[in-house]
């Protein structure tokens, strides 16, 4: 990953115990259906991204920068990259990655955050590509960091995943990946529980005008592993000294890792 430039490459191609949906919406994760679906959202998502979260998904990926300690010469891949939010926290980290390489299936996601780093100056550069985070395109052992920003739970294969991101880190390499989690105190569980179910899916539809996306995203988040199952499935692919963080009361979790 030799520091390259903000570009766009199209060719590289068991259930929770809480219901979130009153309704059954489509929970498969084809590479094609999940694409299809961003693509769909992306000249919204960053707007509904800040307004559904009040701002403090900003502060989220923040913290997981934070985690990875990073001392100025990393090279880092920000899988599910999505329009490049978190590859852009990872530059602005004070000191910042040395280069990030971008990965996602959504072409049009992408454009969205190619547009976003030739809007600004960035202090090392970007590059991002369409690809799938079952086979990441790097070479084995090869960065110091991976970085998934509320992208993990749509991955059909999550272990391959795991598996892919234990080959690409070197020994000492990094890991940090933010995703929603169900908060476990009763009476924030029920606030949560009844946003996520009322509110996030009207504004969503109404803000995007689709319907299928923020159906998925409650569901989605009901049906992905509880953090014990995922810190398993993060030791069971060879990462360690894995954690996992509750943000914000529980509404989101931090899972840190390190490859030995």
Not at 116 to 144: E, F, M, N, Y
């Amino acid at each position: 990953m030799d520091r390259p430039r903000a570009v766009v490459n199209p060719d590289r191609s068991p259930a929770r115990r809480f219901e979130l949906t009153t309704s059954s919406p489509d929970l498969s994760k084809t590479p094609e259906r999940i694409a299809g679906m961003f693509d769909a959202i992306a000249g919204r998502y960053d707007l509904l991204n800040h307004l559904l979260s009040a701002g403090i998904d900003r502060r989220w990926r923040k913290h997981a920068i934070r985690s990875l300690e990073l001392r100025g010469d990393e090279r880092v891949v920000d899988l599910c990259t999505g329009t490049a939010d978190l590859a852009l926290a990872a530059v602005a980290a004070r000191p910042p990655a040395a280069s990030v390489l971008g990965v996602d299936f959504s072409g049009a996601m992408l454009r969205v955050g190619l547009e976003k780093l030739r809007a600004r100056q960035t202090p090392a550069p970007i590059a991002l590509v369409r690809g799938d985070a079952t086979r990441i395109p790097v070479a084995d052992a090869a960065v110091d960091a991976v970085t998934i920003g509320f992208g993990i739970r749509n991955v059909e294969r999550t272990a391959a995943a795991c598996d892919e991101i234990f080959r690409v880190l070197k020994p000492g390499g990094r890991l940090a990946i933010l995703e929603f989690g169900i908060p476990r105190a009763a009476a924030v569980r029920a606030a949560y529980l009844w946003y996520f179910n009322r509110v996030l899916p009207r504004i969503g539809r109404i803000v995007s005008g689709h319907n299928a996306a923020y159906g998925y995203l409650p569901a989605s988040v009901g049906a992905f592993a509880s953090p014990d199952e995922f810190v398993t499935m993060l030791r069971q692919s060879g990462l360690a000294h894995v954690r996992a963080i509750p943000l914000t009361l529980g509404i989101v979790y931090l899972y840190t890792a390190r490859k030995l």
